[in-house]
């Protein structure tokens, strides 16, 4: 902290949490502590419960989020691990269009009885605010997982947090660098690190941040318990990725904003969802609540499935799989997964990596026009 008390800005949080002492010969970088067993005096004795490569990383995302940390094996670790929390037939409201296994948990928990659902269109404010009334938790994403809807969410935390329901925010494609959900009022925030935060598609991690010190607890208390936690080298991977998440996120969005303006000028795109585009839904509520657009976006290819495939398969530079927020460009055709299918067909999502912008404009159009081919040979 420099001599005047000013807050920092989050990339230079993400540059600077979770470093530990600044005492003589300290590691700049925390190490990696394989060990599973401590000696006693400590904050605990097992591997388990806690560990300093998983303390530093949870500092830094703490500090990102305005909360506390607790980092996970992956993103589903932390979202089961929220969601244990509620009581048995507790009623919870969650986003229409949500993160397909995240949907899908829910589904499980509620065929079980264990809670009882209600899905909600989260851009209409007051059909989100009204199922709130006599619920225990909503669950939202924004900007949605492969819509890109846009949730009102100061709007919608207040009437939630004002109808007695905790709220949590999957936080995912935003990151902290551009949107902080526990400062407008959530209760919980959730990250699959796997994607932005670690950002090399090459590990699994789950965050949950909270600020109520029992809710902490009590997410603790289920890693604890269910187990679901990182591998310390996990940790220390995703802690060296977020160092660059400001770099790497302010060259993908700048990117994305460039191709979603392009993308929507191609005469073999439907349309373009990213809230960026000054026409798009979501744009002034983007623009209101979020310090960026992001560096994600979806597209419908103009001849529906056939020709979407064709583009998710004629592409070089970007990859044809899943996943997203890596420093290489992915997309695919959500509604091909299972569960998906209720997706426009043609809907391919694009996540938007580092590579050059032109370079990644010339795989897009080149596939695009291999896809008037492939729809004018059907
Ligand atoms: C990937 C993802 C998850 C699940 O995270 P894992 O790390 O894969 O377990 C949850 N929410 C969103 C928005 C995701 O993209």
């Known amino acids: 902290m420099p001599a005047d008390d000013r807050p920092l800005h989050p990339a ?8 530990g002492p600044a005492e003589p010969g300290a590691p700049l970088t925390p190490p990696v502590v394989l060990a599973t067993t401590f000696r006693p005096g400590g904050p605990a004795l097992y591997g388990r419960e806690h560990n300093p490569t998983w303390s530093a990383l949870e500092d830094a995302l703490g500090a990102l989020e305005g ?28 986003a229409s269009d949500l993160y397909t296994l995240t949907g899908a948990h829910l589904d499980a928990l509620a065929a079980a009885g264990r809670v009882v659902v209600t899905r909600v269109d989260v851009t209409d404010t007051g059909a989100v605010v009204g199922a709130c009334h006599g619920a225990d938790l909503l669950w939202l994403e924004s900007p949605t997982n492969p819509l890109l809807q846009v949730c009102d969410l100061p709007a919608v935390i207040a009437g939630a947090a004002a109808a007695g ?13 551009l949107q902080r959900p526990l400062e407008l009022g959530a209760d919980v925030v959730v990250h699959s690190a796997t994607k932005y935060i670690a950002g090399h598609s090459d590990v699994l991690l789950g965050v949950a941040v909270a600020r109520d010190p029992d809710l902490v607890a009590a997410l603790r208390e289920r890693r604890t318990r269910l187990g679901a936690v990182p591998g310390p080298l996990e940790a220390f991977l995703a802690l060296r990725g977020l160092r660059t998440l400001p770099v790497r996120l302010e060259r993908a969005s700048a990117t994305a904003a460039e191709l979603a303006q392009r993308l929507a000028a191609h005469p073999r795109v439907e349309v373009v969802r990213y809230p960026g585009l000054p026409g798009d839904p979501g744009h002034a509520r983007a623009a209101a609540q979020m310090d960026g657009f992001g560096a994600m976006l979806s597209f419908d290819v103009v001849g529906g499935a056939r020709a979407a495939d064709a583009v998710c398969e004629a592409v070089r530079v970007a990859v044809h799989t899943t996943s997203l927020g890596g420093v290489e460009t ?32 010339r795989d897009l159009d080149g596939a695009l026009r291999r896809s008037a081919e492939v729809a004018a040979s059907a």
């Open 67 to 94: 909360g506390t940390a607790t980092v996970f094996a992956s993103g589903m670790g932390a979202i089961t691990a929220v969601l244990d929390t509620l009581p048995p037939g507790a009623r919870v409201v969650a």
């Open 330 to 361: 992915t997309l695919e055709r959500r509604a091909a997964n299972p569960g998906q299918e209720h997706l426009p067909p043609g809907l391919v999502r694009l996540s938007v990596g580092c590579e050059h912008v032109e370079d990644l404009w």
């Open 12 to 19: 230079t949080v993400a540059v600077t949490a979770g470093r």
């Open 165 to 177: 329901a905790r709220v949590v925010v999957d936080n995912t494609f935003a990151t902290p660098l």
